[in-house]
Nanobody, 115 residues
Framework: QVQLVESGGGLVQTGGSLRLSCAAS????????MGWYRQAPGKQRELVAD???????RYADSVKGRFTVSGDNAKKTLYLQMNSLKPEDTAVYYC?????????WGQGTQVTVSS
């Protein structure tokens, strides 16, 4: 079993920054294979950024150059540094871990960017 708990969301003005954290517990031995997704009202959940099973980072085109995904294996924590935030970044952000082809999700944290 895997448990994921996100934190760090909030309300920020356009151009501002936030740092999300995802604390993992349970059967996790690496942050590889973890990522951040988001879901805006009326839209499908989409990948924002992740760290692949091989340790490479990937980003959605809409956040490249503004967001940075990183992690700390010792703390079993995944981070998402979000800079130059835009109103279109407003969404619930979810942490994800794929383990043996099973997807685990956190409860989500709300990010709201005001214009």
């Amino acid at each position: 079993q895997v448990q994921l708990v996100e934190s760090g969301g909030g309300l920020v003005q356009t151009g501002g920054s936030l740092r999300l954290s995802c604390a993992a517990s349970g059967s996790i031995f690496s942050i590889n294979g973890m990522g951040w997704y988001r879901q805006a009202p009326g839209k499908q959940r989409e990948l924002v950024a992740d760290i692949t099973r091989y340790g490479a980072t990937r980003y959605a085109d809409s956040v490249k150059g503004r967001f940075t995904v990183s992690g700390d294996n010792a703390k079993k924590t995944l981070y998402l540094q979000m800079n130059s935030l835009k109103p279109e970044d407003t969404a619930v952000y979810y942490c994800n871990k794929n383990l043996f082809r099973v997807d685990y999700w956190g409860q989500g944290t709300q990010v709201t960017v005001s214009s």
